[in-house]
């Protein structure tokens, strides 16, 4: 070994240290600045040395890794799911059936029913080599850079492991940034996560391992396979693995018999409310592996273990009001006013009755007491009347004929269950959605405003439709604020300082390059989603022969049916339509489709880039491909930056923020590869 060889290898050794004080032990000794320090150090030597980067070197949780496609990969041994209890009656079946099947007393080893997603972990000769998800069972994505960017997996095991090992687990978000992710979607107006699993599902899906890394997801252990693997009993077995590197489960017991296990579920029901992330049950196993063998398993799950699922809680509530919400394509919600209850640890004051036909179908009459329900411990959900409470004379709830905010009669489609407000052009919640639409991420990519600012320039009078943003000057918007209340009444001012205003007005100005076929599909066309706005795009290259595109015309482009086809005439017959299209067209935006529509991928979507330096062709040239490869360029470095493109002279304050924030930072050769240019 080299120098620089042993000097990569004692950082990783200490960087490692540190990884498991944090992770496995929560017992961290150096500060996040220093750990910080030492990373980026690896990283800079990695960098300069790429001949000894180790497979399991501790650089590989920052990411960067983009993975196209998963590939499918089958597992060692099949995936099994387990049995579902909700009752205590269930259990003592369950622990008869296994007392059956025995001699003697079982000891049952208790653990939390981890809500989110399945993963298995192949370690060879102590390095991780491979991560699936359970997919069908037989058979996962695999989808290994992701997960090595998750603090709680070690990248490799210490001590006496074997040659192969299997563990086993959940993947799961903890509330805390399962909060901080939705906050930012909403944010930037993407959909928020309905639940933790979904997000942590979401998550590992992502095409680049970078921001997976920024998702702050968590491994919890629950399984071990091999081939003569130590111990004969779970409990000690997991023992094991901690030694090895793994973190033990946080609450994990050995119980005896039934007693013993109904009092850590009575115990568990409570406390979980205190628990930092979602569990949905405890899960019971037999502890011993040789009785384990003699219970056995059947095709699809265990007979040996059995997961207990906590009931959603339930209550009945007299519901006092119905308000009827207009959301952004119009759609009705109705919204039940409940006399405010306790509920699994909240308060519920409001739950949705999602559309006409639920309040039909549930028979819901004035002064009803409905039963609520919270399962998922987010969102509460009626799920019934509570019929002994009716009062004999309740008059049905009453579907509103018209569009609470603008007056206009509602419509409801054939086949379709929402009932909405058709006057897309006028109607605040619609013309609002609308520009949220073209601001998102997929259209204009206007990160610089959100739904909040969205709102402050409507509710001034100062945006009614996507050509307004471009008429916005440093004046109109400097020092705008407003007061806004969030669902639990908690008001937070915002307001317009110097920076927020300038990055908005760069932000718009920026989006003057964003090719034609996101500029169609920013203008929010019904059923014109991205796919099919690239398609028109491509073949008439321009919005005048979009505009005047005749019925067949339009229905020869692939997958253009009749339904677009109408919309996209109805859209161009709208001289308010038409009209806000020419001040787009002449405020500079993107009206037909360049050579690069032909080229375009989407290679660098969801990635913002920021161009530094000196390079072997025009800055320019290299931003034009990055949007034309779905990238967006950046001016400045946040931790939403994917990658800093340095060329030469790069200025070393950029490169000192880079480095700190962990940004990975390519050339201009790295970028061609990317693109595949190169
Ligand atoms: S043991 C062969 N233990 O629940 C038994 N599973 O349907 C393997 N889960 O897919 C499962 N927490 O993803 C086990 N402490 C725990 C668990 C757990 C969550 C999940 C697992 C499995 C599903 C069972």
């Not at 308060?347 to 409905?370: C, H, S, Y």
């Not at 471009?470 to 915002?494: A, C, Q």
Request: hydrophobic share 35%; charged share 25%.
């Amino acid at each position: 070994m080299n120098d620089i060889q042993q000097e990569i290898a004692r950082l990783s050794e200490e960087i490692n240290r540190h990884n498991y004080y944090y992770y496995m032990l929560d017992d961290p000794k150096i500060s996040d600045y220093d750990f910080d320090q030492l990373l980026q150090r690896l990283i800079d030597l990695e960098r300069q040395y790429p001949e000894y980067v180790q497979p399991d070197s501790p650089t590989q949780r920052v990411g960067g890794t983009i993975t196209k496609q998963f590939e499918s990969a089958a597992h060692i041994y099949p995936m099994l799911s387990l049995g579902n209890t909700y009752s205590e009656g269930d259990l003592t079946e369950f622990d008869t059936r296994v007392h059956d099947l025995l001699n003697g007393s079982v000891e049952y080893v208790c653990e939390l029913k981890y809500d989110g997603v399945a993963i298995s972990l192949i370690y060879e000769h102590g390095i991780l080599t491979r991560a699936v998800t359970r997919g069908d069972g037989s058979r996962g994505d695999v989808v290994t850079a992701n997960v090595k960017t998750i603090g709680s997996v070690p990248l490799s095991l210490a001590g006496d492991y074997p040659d192969l090992l299997e563990a086993r687990g959940e993947i799961i978000m903890p509330y805390d940034s399962f909060n901080a992710l939705n906050a930012e979607r909403e944010e930037i107006g993407e959909q928020p996560f309905a639940n933790p699993r979904n997000a942590a599902s979401g998550s590992l899906k992502l095409q680049n391992s970078a921001e997976v890394a920024k998702r702050g997801l968590s491994f919890k252990l629950y399984y071990a396979l091999g081939e003569n693997l130590p111990e004969d009993n779970h409990y000690a077995r997991l023992r094991k693995l901690h030694e090895w590197g793994f973190r033990f489960p946080d609450v994990m017991e050995k119980v005896d018999g039934l007693p013993g296990v109904l009092g850590f579920i009575r115990t568990w029901n409570e406390q979980r409310k205190q628990l930092p992330y979602p569990i949905d049950g405890i899960v019971i196993k037999v502890n011993d592996f040789a009785q384990q063998q003699q219970v056995g398993a059947t095709a699809k799950s265990p007979r040996w273990a059995i997961a207990y699922k906590f009931k959603a809680e339930r209550v009945s509530t007299p519901l006092l009001s119905v308000d009827f919400q207009v959301g952004r394509t119009g759609i009705i919600t109705p919204v039940a006013n409940l006399k405010p209850v306790s509920l699994a640890g909240t308060v519920v004051k409001r739950a949705t009755l999602n559309n006409r036909d639920f309040i039909a179908d549930m028979d819901i009459r004035e002064g009803d007491f409905l039963f609520v329900e919270k399962g998922g411990e987010i969102i509460p959900k009626i799920v019934g009347v509570d019929m002994e409470k009716r009062a004999p004379e309740a008059n049905p709830v009453r579907f509103v004929d018209v569009c609470p905010l603008c007056g206009t009669t509602l419509v409801q489609n054939e086949g379709e269950a929402g009932v909405f407000c058709p006057n897309e052009l006028h109607c605040a919640p619609q013309i609002r959605g609308r520009l949220e639409h073209f601001i998102s991420r997929k259209a204009m990519n206007i990160d610089s405003l959100g739904e909040g600012k969205i709102e402050v320039l409507y509710a001034q009078g100062l945006v009614r439709n996507a050509a307004d943003l471009y008429d916005l000057t440093f004046d109109k918007l400097f020092g705008l604020e407003k007061v806004i209340e969030d669902e639990n009444g908690k008001s937070k001012t915002l307001s317009f300082k110097e920076k927020t205003t300038q990055n908005i007005l760069n932000g718009i100005e920026q989006s003057k390059n964003v090719p034609f076929e996101r500029v169609l599909y920013a203008l929010g066309v019904r059923f014109v989603g991205e796919v099919t706005a690239k398609k028109l795009a491509r073949r008439f290259k321009n919005i005048d022969a979009i505009a005047s595109a005749t019925q067949e015309e339009l229905v020869e482009v692939e997958d253009v049916g009749e339904r677009v086809a109408e919309s996209v005439i109805q859209y161009f017959n709208n001289t308010e339509n038409l009209e806000m299209v020419m001040r787009l067209r002449t405020a500079g935006l993107q009206m037909e489709a360049g050579e690069e529509s032909q080229a375009a991928s989407d290679k660098l979507a969801g990635m913002n880039i920021i161009v530094s330096g000196v390079f072997s062709v025009p800055r320019d040239e290299l931003k034009r491909l990055i949007e034309q490869n779905g990238g967006k360029n950046v001016s400045s470095i946040s931790k939403n930056t994917t990658y800093v493109l340095a060329g030469d002279k790069m200025g070393p304050e950029k490169r000192k923020k880079a480095e700190s924030l962990g940004i990975p930072i390519i050339s201009e050769e790295e970028f061609f590869r990317m693109i595949g240019n190169l």
